[in-house]
Nanobody, 125 residues
Framework: QVQLVESGGGSVQAGGSLRLSCAISGYRSSTYCMAWFRQGPRKEREGVAGIVNDGTTDYAESVKGRFTVSKDNAKNTLYLQMNSLKPEDTATYYC???????????????????WGQGTQVTVSS
């Protein structure tokens, strides 16, 4: 059984930083995309940052230069370091994992099979 558990969310002021973690268990494939998504109030879910098993990353334009996705293979954990946070980053953040299919992890046509329960990030101005 695949399980993803996010942590690290919270409330910060604009300009602050947070690091989200996603502990992944039970996923056995050696080729994968791991990614962070978010859904803000009255918004559709959007991809934020993704990483392939070989370390290739991709980011949404809105977070480039501010967010960094990484993974610790020994700990089976995905991270999202978020700096220079803005009020528009307020959202519930979810991590997802699935088999790598040869496309960038944030490609909009990809459907992830496994998801975490989400962690709330609130940025105040």
């Amino acid at each position: 059984q695949v399980q993803l558990v996010e942590s690290g969310g919270g409330s910060v002021q604009a300009g602050g930083s947070l690091r989200l973690s996603c502990a992944i268990s039970g996923y056995r494939s050696s080729t994968y995309c791991m990614a962070w998504f978010r859904q803000g109030p009255r918004k559709e879910r959007e991809g934020v940052a993704g990483i392939v098993n070989d370390g290739t990353t991709d980011y949404a334009e809105s977070v480039k230069g501010r967010f960094t996705v990484s993974k610790d293979n020994a700990k089976n954990t995905l991270y999202l370091q978020m700096n220079s946070l803005k009020p528009e980053d307020t959202a519930t953040y979810y991590c997802g994992v699935d088999r790598y299919r040869g496309y960038a992890c944030l490609s909009p046509w990809l459907a992830y099979s496994y998801w975490g329960q989400g962690t709330q990030v609130t940025v105040s101005s």
